[in-house]
Every structure is written in structure tokens, then in C-alpha cells.
T-cell receptor
Framework: NAGVMQNPRHLVRRRGQEARLRCSPM?????VYWYRQLPEEGLKFMVY????????ESGMPKERFSAEFPKEGPSILRIQQVVRGDSAAYFC???????????FGNGTRLTVT | DQQVKQNSPSLSVQEGRISILNCDYT??????FLWYKKYPAEGPTFLIS?????DKNEDGRFTVFLNKSAKHLSLHIVPSQPGDSAVYFC???????????????FGQGTILTVHP
């Protein structure tokens, strides 16, 4: 898990604030995925990105959520105007190829107060 | 719509015995299945996978069995060790028009506790 770096590990935001979650994939990996785990549930796919491209965002809520993976720098998951229901663990994963097993980071635990 | 289900929230096993974790799925488009292990405050770690063209895959103490007709797979751990205590997630991937990538559908997880 140490290969995929996520920060911060814990993030506390008040309702209405913005949350920015960062993910640096493993070296050599150009495919990045974001998953969300709500309490007592499994992980749910949110978005799949390659460098500068969103490939599949079918799991992203229609509003307030966005993701990017720029040419330089980490992938960013951005949540605007957070609500209590956004409280969850957000996991980033990367792979060297589209059909390779995913390597997950240790997640960012977002708490909205 | 829970397409991947792990109906046992928890399982308790004695060290040295076999642990059997089960998973059922409903989507006929799933063609690749994986098991992940997760410790608290960490991300999931890939354990073992199986393609739909096989019915069994082994890796050391871990064996995954796939029954396509029943849409059922299971993970066998033998012998079980205390360090195996973790949450185990079953996951499945659909073949999207000939292109496969890491969009996985996860089950809810099973908490395995192996007692010394």
C-alpha cells in the first residue's frame, strides 16, 4: 500500500466548505481510480482517469464532485460545499495498465461536521 | 442494486483450520473476480484473482473457486493464521465492450477473525 500515496490521511471540514483529496500513484502507473467507502459498506467506484483525461466518471455524483489527473502532479478529488453525507473513506488506486490489478492507497478519511 | 454480495458479515475460525469466505454476484457481464484483504486504517491489498474461463486458482494458502452457473465464488484459506484476521472483500469486473479496466464492483466485506 505504501506505493500509492494519499494525503491528507484525515480531513475535517464544516458543511459548505471544500475538500481536496490528493493521490500520487505508484511510480510508472498512469491509471488512477477513486473509490469511496461509506460506513459499513464496500468500496464504490467513482472515477477512472489517465493523465489529463477522465475515462469513466459514471460513479461520480452529478454535482459538487470533480476529479483531475494533470500532466504534472497528483490526482485531485475535489468536493465542493461538503455535506454530512460526504463523510466517508476515499481511496485512490493505481495500475500500470488498464486491466491490471489495482494497488490502493491507505485512504483519506473525510469527516464533515 | 447490490450486484456483488457477501452475505456473511463475519467469520470466526480457529488457527490451523480452513476459512471459507463466500461471495455471490448477479451480473452476467462480470468476467474477472478478485479478492482483497483490508486491515483497519489501511487500503485494500490484492490477494488473488480468477478469470471467468477458469474454475479454480491457487496461490499458496489461498484458493479461489468460481461456479459460474451458480454465480458464486469462494475464497479458501488453509491453514488459517492469526495474521489473516482482516476484512475480506470480493470484487468483480465487467468486460465493457471488449475493454477491461479497473472499474470494480465490491461486496460489503466479511470480517475474518482467526483465533490462536
Amino acid at each position: 500500500n505504501a506505493g500509492v500515496m494519499q494525503n491528507p490521511r484525515h480531513l475535517v471540514r464544516r458543511r459548505g466548505q471544500e475538500a481536496r483529496l490528493r493521490c500520487s500513484p505508484m511510480k510508472g502507473h498512469s491509471h488512477v481510480y477513486w473509490y469511496r467507502q461509506l460506513p459499513e459498506e464496500g468500496l464504490k467506484f467513482m472515477v477512472y482517469l489517465q493523465k489529463e483525461n477522465i475515462i469513466d466518471e459514471s460513479g461520480m455524483p452529478k454535482e459538487r464532485f470533480s476529479a483531475e489527473f494533470p500532466k504534472e502532479g497528483p490526482s485531485i478529488l475535489r468536493i465542493q460545499q461538503v455535506v454530512r453525507g460526504d463523510s466517508a473513506a476515499y481511496f485512490c488506486a493505481s495500475s500500470p495498465q488498464g486491466n491490471s490489478p489495482l494497488h490502493f492507497g491507505n485512504g483519506t478519511r473525510l469527516t464533515v461536521t | 442494486d447490490q450486484q456483488v454480495k457477501q452475505n456473511s458479515p463475519s467469520l470466526s475460525v480457529q488457527e490451523g483450520r480452513i476459512s471459507i469466505l463466500n461471495c455471490d454476484y448477479t451480473n452476467s457481464m462480470f468476467d474477472y473476480f478478485l479478492w482483497y484483504k483490508k486491515y483497519p486504517a489501511e487500503g485494500p491489498t490484492f490477494l488473488i484473482s480468477i478469470s471467468s474461463i477458469k474454475d479454480k486458482n491457487e496461490d499458496g494458502r489461498f484458493t479461489v473457486f468460481l461456479n459460474k452457473s451458480a454465480k458464486h465464488l469462494s475464497l479458501h484459506i488453509v491453514p488459517s493464521q492469526p495474521g489473516d484476521s482482516a476484512v475480506y472483500f470480493c470484487a468483480a469486473r465487467a468486460n465493457a465492450g471488449g475493454t477491461s479496466y479497473g472499474k470494480l464492483t465490491f461486496g460489503q466485506g466479511t470480517i475474518l477473525t482467526v483465533h490462536p
